[in-house]
């Protein structure tokens, strides 16, 4: 069985035991399973909530096919692209445009809360959704197996709530980073958080590349 299979099975129980995530699951997880599995380091982005008001279901894997839109997905991208390619200079991947648009189906993507939220999460939902799916999102991640998580939950204490085995630690960049079993951690800012696109993509790249992180 696939892991895009064994997915797919976890979220229809998923959907099943959780009532009212019935009809409005977003599914999310390995955007292209045969790139993900040959990419040189396999990574999985953690965020929130899809910006989903209407609270309709949908698939994140499906609608990354139809292009990069919002801040939210370009930063992904550039973000994606970076580690893939060793972070070359910012403007480099601005003439590798397909190289730009195609890096986001070389890695993993999924969300703490599988209904739609609104453009400005609450800390206290959030926390209730972490609770009630914890197991549901540990599962997930066991699935994808990720050499390196990437989180951008905001909130410190969600972080702490879901990876509460991880000894955290200064990377020597102002950002925290842990192991948690195979895979090591970064607990970094929400792709749509008002940083220059320049300085984020920088930033990660110094982090990956540090000495401290890799020594976890």
Not at 34 to 47: D, M, P, Q, V
Not at 94 to 120: L, P, S, T
Not at 123 to 139: A, D, F, Q, T, V
Not at 187 to 212: E, M, Q, T, W
Request: net charge neutral; aromatic share 14%; charged share 25%.
């Amino acid at each position: 069985m696939t892991k895009t299979e064994q997915l797919n099975q976890l979220f229809e129980k998923w959907e099943n035991e959780t009532p009212d995530y019935q009809g409005k699951f977003i599914k999310d997880g390995i955007n292209n399973e045969n790139l993900y599995l040959n990419a040189k380091t396999k990574i999985l982005f953690l965020t929130k909530e899809p910006n989903n008001p209407k609270q309709e279901a949908g698939d994140f894997r499906e609608w990354w096919k139809e292009g990069l839109k919002y801040t939210f997905s370009h930063r992904l991208a550039e973000w994606s692209y970076g580690i893939l390619n060793n972070f070359p200079e910012f403007e480099s991947m601005w003439y590798d445009k397909e190289g730009y648009k195609n890096a986001i189906f070389h890695v993993a993507f999924m969300n703490v809360k599988k209904i739609g939220g609104v453009g400005q999460s609450n800390y206290s939902e959030m926390e209730k959704h972490l609770i009630r799916n914890k197991e549901w999102l540990l599962k997930q991640i066991e699935i994808i197996e990720p050499q390196v998580i990437i989180t951008g939950l905001t909130w410190g204490r969600l972080r702490n709530i879901l990876f509460d085995t991880v000894e955290w630690k200064s990377s020597g960049y102002n950002i925290t980073i842990g192991r948690y079993n195979e895979s090591k951690i970064i607990d970094f800012y929400h792709p749509s958080a008002r940083n220059a696109a320049a300085a984020s993509y920088s930033l990660l790249g110094n982090v990956i590349s540090s000495k401290r992180f890799q020594e976890l």
